[in-house]
């Protein structure tokens, strides 16, 4: 058995062949503290009685992959296969093709971000997206900031600031990462008052409420849950008379939002803000990375007066959009000037429009060539129905039929409970990771967005 004198040195291994190609992909430096780390490794290995020769030979194999591991970014693109179209775990909406280019040559040139080109002095960054939000909307005007949070926070503190809020008890929710609306009206500085009960809620309640102090009134559309049975809600328009006879703003907050009308493309309905808008309320907040397909943003529109106090506000700079998301917005708005085509050019629309039959074809399809590749590993794959769900709070109790892949364990039923487990651990594992969810015994692979065949069996590979 081989000792440590077998071990090459750090300088012998940074002169050889192995080490001055890993130097010259990682750098010197990453280099020298991989090898240092195995050397040391390997030295406590020879100590506890393993043969010092077979640990040298192993040793470029072993710093390049470290070196690899360190390299690689964990924020990497992965298979959503998770049966969910908007996974906020996942980034929510993809980007369409347009929004991609226009957001590479954001990053690759500079803008004319805030540079009038006509009269060459300073411009408004918003202004690239306002005229665009008006017409989509019919708004009288309109400001962006960076998610729907930071819309609802900013547009509390203009509005009621040391005042009153009112909102009805049962919309008082809750969004991921337990952020609760009542904490985020606390930082904007208002004073909550609640109305109604969680299930049930009068425009008599609304209009007890109102009083001197009152800043603004606060609708907040339940997309993230559902109350049913013995219910009661003031609808939008009648809250809207309601806050116009006092004098007091309306703020609707739709959350997810939607620039066009779902039900057009087999969905349920949900709320647009064209409909928020036309309904009365003085401004309307909404997301950009959930149904509408886009970058992560928050919109607000509504009356220009209102808008105008919003973009004073001192907090306006701190929300503020970049060049990048700005470029990629203002394509992705541009795609709904043309709704023929809309479908065929959003990724987030397309992927909640597919049919059933077309999924299900796939499946179909690829079934065996997936089975063939897990089976070496003890598992077989089958076509399956499952159901697909819209994601990021739009539609919670909805599920949309779909198709994919059953996976289970070759042994049968009742033959290792943890095994679709450890499966979906080794797809996590893989260089692009494939995320699907557990469900009846197996890990169900929902192919709704899955684009491409290819992509699913180029990922399979690498186990």
Known sequence: MQGFRVLPSVDQFLVADT???????????????????????????????????????????????DLDAAARSALRPVLNLSGTVLHTNLGRAILAEAAIKAATEAMANPLALEFDLDGGGRGQRDDHLRGLLRELTGAEDATIVNNNAAAVLIALNTLAQGREAIVSRGELIEIGGAFRLPDIMARAGARLVEVGTTNRTHPRDYEGAIGSDTGVILKVHTSNYRIEGFTAEVPAPRLAQIAGKAGVPLLNDLGSGSLADLAAWGLRREPTVAEAVAEGADLVTFSGDKLLGGPQAGFIVGRRDLIAAIDRNPLKRAVRLDKIRIAALEATLRLYRDPDRLAERLPT??????????????????????????????????????????????????????????????????????????????????????????????????????????DLLDALAAL
Do not use: N, W, Y
């Open 19 to 65: 080490g001055k190609a890993l130097v010259e992909r990682h750098g010197r430096t990453a280099v020298l503290a991989a090898v240092r780390a195995r050397l040391e490794a390997m030295r406590a290995a020879i100590r506890a009685g393993e043969d010092g020769g077979a640990l040298a030979a192993r040793l470029p194999d072993l710093v390049a992959g």
């Open 349 to 454: 629309l397309r992927h909640l429009a597919r049919p059933q039959a077309e999924i299900a074809a796939q499946a179909a399809r690829l079934a065996p060539l997936v089975d063939a590749a897990l089976a070496p590993h003890g598992f077989t794959a089958a076509p399956c129905d499952c159901a697909s769900q819209i994601g990021s709070g739009a539609l919670p109790v909805d599920t949309i039929p779909s198709a994919g892949l059953r996976l289970t364990t070759a042994a049968g039923p009742g033959a290792g409970g943890d095994a679709p487990d450890r499966l979906a651990a080794r797809l996590r594992a893989l260089p692009q990771p494939v995320i699907g969810h557990i469900g009846g015994g197996a890990l169900i692979l929902d192919l709704r967005c899955l684009d491409r065949d290819a």
